[in-house]
C-alpha cells in the first residue's frame, strides 16, 4: 500500500487506513485505588496523584470518551494497551519495570481498561511489559494487517508510555496524531514539556478538531 504522505504530518485521517490507541487507560494507575498506589494512604495519593486524577477525570478521560464514540461510529479501528505482565509473578516483565516495582499481574483486575472507556466487541487490548507497546508487543505487525498507516494516540502518561508510543510508531513509519487534551501525566510542565519534546515526530490535534475532521471525513 502506498504512503499518505512522505512530505508532510499534518496529513487529515483517512478512516478506513487509522486506528485509536489508547495508552495505559487502566484500573492499575488510572484509579486512586489502582495497584500502583497500593502502598500509599489515601491522603499520600492525593498529595502526590491529586493534580494528575483531576485532570484525567475531568479533561483527559471525558476527552477519551468522546473520541472513542467519533471513531466507532466512523469505523475506525479502536485498540487499547494495559500494563500487564505474561505471567502471575512478572518474571517476564521489562528489566526497567522489574527495578521500578511495576507487576500487574496476568488476568488481574488492575490489568483491565477502565469502565469509562471500556472495549467493546472484539475490540483488540494487547498486553505490555515495558514503556512502549511496539517493543513488547506484536502490535506494528497487527496494524500492518490491518492496513493501518495512521495512528491516533491518546492515554497515559503523557511523557512515559504514550511518549514512547508515538516516538516508536514515527520511526516505523506511520503517521501518528497525538491528542494532548485527551492525555494526562504528573503535572502540566511535565505534560507541556513532553508535548514540546515530541512535536517532531507527530501531529498534534485536540479533541475538538479531530472530531469535527472524523466528521467531515465521513
Known sequence: MPFLSTTSREIPLVLDRSALLFVDVQNYCCRPDGGEYADMSRDEVERTHGGFF???????????????????????????????????????????????????????????????????????????????????????????????????????????????????????????????DACATLTEERHSHSLKTIKGYCRQIGTDALIAEIAAAR
Open 54 to 180: 483531576r485532570q484525567l477525570s475531568e479533561v483527559a478521560l471525558p476527552n477519551m470518551q468522546r473520541l472513542q464514540t467519533a471513531c466507532r461510529e466512523a469505523g475506525v479501528e479502536v485498540m487499547y494497551t494495559t500494563i500487564e505482565s505474561l505471567t502471575l509473578d512478572g518474571r517476564d516483565r521489562s528489566l526497567d519495570y522489574k527495578i521500578t516495582g511495576f507487576n500487574v499481574p496476568k488476568g488481574s483486575w488492575d490489568g483491565q481498561v477502565l469502565d469509562a472507556i471500556a472495549p467493546a466487541g472484539d475490540e483488540i487490548v494487547l498486553a505490555k511489559s515495558s514503556s512502549s507497546v511496539f517493543v513488547s508487543t506484536h502490535i506494528d505487525y497487527i496494524l500492518r494487517n490491518l492496513g493501518v498507516a495512521q495512528i491516533v494516540i491518546c492515554g497515559v502518561l503523557t511523557d512515559q508510555c504514550v511518549e514512547s508510543a508515538v516516538r516508536d510508531a514515527c520511526d516505523l513509519g506511520y503517521l501518528v496524531t497525538l491528542v494532548p
